[in-house]
């Protein structure tokens, strides 16, 4: 009766607290909605024009290359059946997609600490007060979805190691299928899937070998269709490119380590980068976990990770982790808070962590003392709560201010209270056909929902002469306006002193924010 009792606990607890995510996020979201990042805008409004039959097109009328199509998809078909815009449905989807992620955590993890339901529920707390993920969910981002496939692969994979089947089989397939569908790093899944058949069939190498294969094969038959038919053939590309800088595989290391630290202890930089701190610290606590513990205490610590619902986690998480390092683009996620390729092996993390304090720190505890050191830890924990909380607090009051303050670029209260903004919505009243040109075209389609166009990209530095000889012609055939936001925040494209060089053009408006011109091609009038 007691132990019924514990666990209707365990489950009540993981309910409220998923509720209590799902709230957290409503609240980021607030003011005016789901944030959008860059990646936002591509997904919504190639769902948008998937419903306006303009087929896999982004705002600016390009193809969709950059990201693979699961999630555009179902933002389109929630938007679709809902009846509801489709900026509304992937906030939605992604305000209950953290209430599904907390409570799939909570399980696992409850999963994992059976015999210390303590840990479940510190682990579980951690989780649900992370503004890393916290404001992961509060922006249109395939990120996710792309937990809950991750959650779901944990437990598929930890269900065909205890009894190798066709149905944990099955659900490992279908989820390693989605996953480079919803995100390439979800060839990861692929990876993964074949090793843990590796591992679960031992040594029966005549039966595993192929059926891994046989995994890999058909797990990899959707996306590789979608690579060819509609990147390759058509546009002669396989995912395009969108950083020509590519990653710096040692940076990406140390940056993982830094914005993972800053998970658990307050972040004040020291060295130069703040890559010194994470990696002094993990050698100062290797080197004190080495000095008092056996080799028997870490026997006992590594055979608790042959667990099968460990085994399935760790595989899949190294593989995950390990491509995200070779593949993140470096310049692209330099800030402390973009950690959302990270989040998604928070629940590995922390099972980690307090194994480790399980194994390797407790036995070195007086058994008579052993209970007060337990209360001491929620001691403790109870008063490092206050570091998330306070991170959250900052979180949402920034929010509730001026729009979700994590991820989001564009639906943010500079753009809703642009006079520019409002200019064009009057201009296209006016001339419903016109042609955009933008600066920063997100935005304009975000608050237009028209076609924007991408002028000319300032990707090197170009000499007059380069200019007008590279970009001679231009807008060639479609000329249009040109919405120009000052100050310009990224500097993605040619300002307009530069194609005044090989365009002719018109100031319609000049406003506080930017101004409004008119643009043709040279000569062409």
């Known amino acids: 009766m007691l132990k019924f009792l514990s666990r209707k606990r365990q489950w009540v607890f993981l309910v ?15 003011l005016y909605g789901a944030g959008l990042a860059g990646d936002s805008v591509h997904y919504v409004s190639v769902a948008e024009n998937l419903l306006k039959g303009r ?8 193809p969709l290359i950059l990201f693979p199509p699961l999630f555009p998809v179902l933002i389109a078909g929630s938007a679709w059946l ?12 992604n305000v209950l997609l953290w209430g599904l992620n907390i409570f799939l955590s909570g399980f696992i993890l409850k999963r994992i600490f059976q015999a210390r339901p ?10 649900v007060f992370s503004s890393s993920a916290l404001a992961m969910h509060a922006s249109i981002l395939s990120d996710p979805l792309f937990l809950t496939f991750t959650l779901l692969f944990f437990l598929a994979g930890e269900s065909y190691i205890q009894k190798p089947a066709w149905q944990p089989l099955l659900s490992m397939l279908v989820l390693a299928a989605l996953s480079p569908l919803l995100r390439f790093s979800g060839f990861a899944q692929i990876v993964a899937g074949g090793l843990i058949i590796l591992y679960a069939h031992g040594r029966n190498l005549l039966k595993s070998i192929p059926l891994a294969g046989f995994f890999g094969v058909i797990s990899t038959l959707p996306i590789a269709l979608w690579i060819y038919f509609h990147n390759f053939l058509p546009h002669h590309t396989w995912w395009g490119t969108n950083n020509s800088r590519g990653a710096d595989v040692l940076v990406n290391l140390l940056q993982s380590l830094r914005k993972m630290m800053y998970w658990f202890v307050p972040y004040r930089q020291i060295s130069e980068n703040g890559f010194v701190e994470p990696v002094a610290a993990l050698v100062v606590i290797l080197i004190v976990l080495l ?3 056996k080799l028997k205490n870490w026997r006992t ?19 995950y982790y390990s491509s995200s390092i070779l593949n993140i683009q470096t310049s692209d996620h330099k800030a402390l808070f973009s950690d959302r390729y990270f989040v998604i092996i928070i629940v590995p993390v922390l099972a980690l962590i307090f194994i480790s304090f399980e194994y390797l720190v407790l036995p070195h505890i007086p058994r008579a003392r052993l209970q007060v050191w337990r209360v001491g830890l929620c001691l403790v924990f109870l008063f490092w709560l206050i570091y998330p909380l306070f991170k959250d607090y900052k979180y949402l009051r920034a929010s509730l201010a001026d729009g979700e303050a994590g991820y989001n670029e564009y639906n943010t209260r500079a753009f809703h209270e642009s006079v520019l903004i409002t200019r064009v919505k009057a201009l296209l009243q006016q001339e419903p056909q016109a042609r955009l040109y933008s600066n920063i075209p997100p935005a304009v389609w975000f608050y237009t929902r028209h076609i924007t166009l991408l002028p000319p990209a300032q990707d090197k530095p170009r000499t007059k002469d380069q200019i007008k000889q590279v970009f001679a012609g231009w807008p060639h055939d479609k000329p249009g306006y040109y919405v120009w936001f000052e ?8 300002p307009l002193s530069d194609l005044n060089l090989v365009a002719d053009m018109e100031v319609v408006e000049k406003i506080s924010d930017g101004s409004i011109v008119r643009i043709w091609a040279r000569g062409s009038r």
């Open 16 to 30: 409220v607290l998923s509720l209590t995510g799902m709230g957290m996020v409503w609240m980021a979201t607030l």
């Open 55 to 62: 087929g896999f097109t982004d705002f600016s009328g390009n």
């Open 82 to 93: 809902f009846r509801v815009d489709v900026f509304t449905a992937g906030w939605i989807i």
């Open 118 to 127: 303590i840990y479940f529920y510190l682990s579980t707390l951690i989780i």
């Open 291 to 293: 000095a008092i513990n």
């Open 301 to 319: 610590w590594a055979s608790e990770f042959l667990r099968p619902g460990l085994v399935s986690m760790l595989i899949l998480s190294i593989v």
């Open 487 to 494: 100050p310009d925040p990224y500097e993605l494209f040619m």
